[in-house]
């Protein structure tokens, strides 16, 4: 009856240039809509720019196994671990980026299910990409060298209105031969909540499925309050590993709805795709964290690393 599926793909320059591109396609009742988002936030350059694009794709491949290719009009998608390749041209955008990954990112995805026939589905597909190639932006060209990407992807057959997710933390880290990638949901009450901490550190990825979110002062966030701390912290362990993230929010890169709405001009429509969307609204920070990692051999601490991270009410 109704299916979204998105595809996801970021990176941060050296000089602080943040740009994500998606694309998603949702499918109700055999009708297929999809969209491509391309966005941008440059620092001391002017407002963040985006531009989502009405697209019909043709999906080659399955995605269960995280390899997907998409062909558009105008361009191309390939998603795969250990390679994602992107190219597209329409008006005054376009792109052409290669991610190839930085070791292996086998990891299992988080599932959401209330115990019906629907769940969601996300799971990053490479925890680190390095990333070559460039954007053109009307008369502005990005260029992706010496940049560090992540990519993954989410699967929803939840009807919008009957998401069980309520409010999500997200967040990708990298530094030196750590990476870290994160994820709580948890509706609107916090009686339920979902959680995944990737950590790859020396070769070994570590997984936690028990993540707390932890305001300055180690109490528990009150998550119902529908707003985020300037500084919160990412606690999570597993077998072979304890991290913890102190993530500090430096600037908003994107404030904006999951569903674009750019090239709908009934203001009629726009407010029945709210009210069936439940109107979701997220923003992505360019933001500072402090990693404690500790395993059975190490005690590592490093400060002060560039990263993204997002929180977002459903």
Known sequence: MFTLKKWYFDFLTPDRTYVFVYFAYVNVLGHTKGSLTIHCARPGKGPPFTRSFSVNPQLEGRDEDSKQSIQLPGGEL?????RCMMSFVRDDC???LRFDSRGDSRVDPLVINTGGKS???WKPIGLRYHVSGRITLGEET?????SNGYVDFLHSSYLPLV??????YWGRLHHADIDAVYVHAADFHNERSWSKLYTRYGGIIAESNQVSILDVGNAAHERSSRTCPEVYEVVGSSNS?????RVRHVRPVQEMGFIDQQEI??????SLVKLFTRNPRSTKFLS?????????????IESQIPMIDEFALL
Request: aromatic share 2%; no cysteine; proline share 7%.
């Open 78 to 82: 390939v998603f795969a671990e250990d």
């Open 94 to 96: 376009s792109l052409s």
């Open 119 to 121: 769940n969601i589905l």
């Open 142 to 146: 990005i260029p992706a060298e010496g």
């Open 163 to 168: 998401v069980p997710v309520s409010i999500l």
């Open 241 to 245: 590993a304890r991290v913890r993230l």
């Open 265 to 270: 001009n009934s203001p009629v429509v726009r």
């Open 288 to 300: 500072h964290a402090d990693i404690a990692l500790e395993t059975k051999h190490t005690h590592r």
